[in-house]
């Protein structure tokens, strides 16, 4: 096979070390490769002895696998003098029997110096910050969601039923609730006493969910969980701070992000951060949408086509589109992907319909940023007007279900 790249390295990467191979042209032989392996440990100054290693030997092309986190500091330290890619481990599987660290690394210097590899994304430096930041949001968040919920544990236990009346036992009305329980007030229309706004009218269903077994096993219990959301509570905030500062050279971006349904401020920060914001990148919005891993996948042997999962994507980008999607798929009546989720779901489901609003939204927000853009939104009445008749039909199906025939005549221009 030809050879594209004459020097070329490949670095197979562990926790404590890695196996760097390296082969270049033999200048004894033609057209014939020498190759030399050696081992580094993954500590800095190690790394930087690899580094002046690989410039020595005129190396052209640096290779390694995506495993785990234990690719950064080499590719950090490497991509600032060298070219170095990034690639998906599943692409680069060697031959079964011959599973070392070893013949990993000289397999994959093999697979590099012919160009059989493609590069993954890595975004660049202020990219990769953003990231950490917005990843680290989020796993608060759901921790905060899980300390929550063993609050309402405890509260159970207790018989204390506040999370059946009030939305959010976290309001301001529920907070205060549970502090006065806490502080030891067993005074029950006192507590129920304290609602707010819209939890007045409650009162009397507040009196009996707040009569229970609360004692002082509980009221320990609950004022951990208490401080414990409230730091977390903070930590959040803080983020969200540095965040905002992050993303000032993306004003406009999450302008344009935040103009499609079902998208708010949180979301569009998480789909900068996971994209980098640079379309450029992908070729088509097919593309970014394969890469995210919200489009059918392909499996067609012997001409027969066989399952269809989609390939396993960008968690974190994932779980931020799945919400936009979600938000989104309560709109029917007034935008085109509520429209949409709702003429897909009884086809496909709950699940598939709302990967189905991720693809649109993605391919959305390829064109909004390929192009400087603002969403266009096609109306919750496009399928309507797009075919009449199909949607004719359809009501008079439903009509004919309930005992009804009904008759359309087209409404006479004024």
Request: glycine share 8%; hydrophobic share 40%; proline share 4%.
């Amino acid at each position: 096979m030809e050879v594209l790249h004459e020097r070329c390295a490949a670095l197979d990467i562990g926790k404590k070390d890695l196996k760097a191979c390296v082969r270049t042209p033999n200048p004894g032989r033609r057209r014939s490769r020498r190759q030399e392996i050696r081992t580094y440990p993954t500590m800095t100054n190690a790394l930087l002895g690899l580094r002046d290693w690989l410039v020595a030997e005129k190396v052209t092309l640096v290779v390694m696998e995506a495993t785990g986190d234990y690719w950064r500091p080499a590719f950090y330290l490497l991509e600032d003098c060298l070219n170095v890619i990034l690639v998906n481990a599943a692409h680069a599987r060697g031959l079964p029997g011959r599973k070392t660290d070893v013949a990993d690394a000289a397999w994959l210097c093999q697979l590099g110096e012919c160009g059989l590899l493609k590069a993954s994304f890595v975004p660049p430096e202020p990219v990769r910050h953003l990231r950490d930041l917005t990843r680290y949001r989020t796993s608060l968040t759901a921790e905060r969601t899980r300390e929550v919920q063993r609050l309402e544990k405890e509260l159970e236990d207790a018989g204390i039923k506040l999370s059946s009346v009030a939305t959010d036992i976290m309001g301001v009305s529920g907070r205060a609730m549970l502090t006065a329980l806490i502080e030891g007030e067993r005074d029950v229309h006192a507590r129920a006493g304290m609602a707010k706004a819209r939890m007045r009218p409650k009162i009397s269903t507040l009196v009996e969910a707040l009569t229970g077994n609360f004692g002082e096993h509980h009221a320990f219990l609950c004022r951990l969980h208490l401080e414990r959301i409230d730091h977390l509570t903070a930590a959040i905030g803080e983020l969200s701070a540095r965040i905002e500062e992050e993303t000032g050279p993306f004003a406009r971006q999450l302008e344009l992000l935040q103009t499609v349904p079902g998208v708010g401020r949180g979301v569009a920060e998480a789909l900068v951060a996971e994209t980098g914001a640079d379309m450029a990148r992908f070729a088509t919005a097919g593309h970014l949408a394969s890469w995210a891993g919200v489009c059918p996948g392909h499996h067609e042997s012997a001409g027969k086509h066989k399952s269809g999962r989609r390939r396993h994507g960008n968690r974190w980008l994932g779980a931020a589109l799945g919400t936009a999607a979600m938000a989104a798929s309560r709109t029917h009546q007034t935008t085109y992907l509520g429209a949409r989720y709702h003429r897909l779901m009884p086809r496909l489901g709950k699940n598939k319909a709302v990967v189905a609003l991720e693809h649109s939204i993605l391919t959305a927000i390829w064109h909004m940023l390929t192009h400087d853009a603002e969403y266009a939104d096609l109306g919750g009445d496009y399928y309507a007007k797009y075919d009449p008749e199909r949607a004719m039909r359809r009501i008079t199906r439903q009509a004919n279900a309930l005992g009804f025939t009904i008759r359309f005549d087209p409404i006479e221009a004024p």
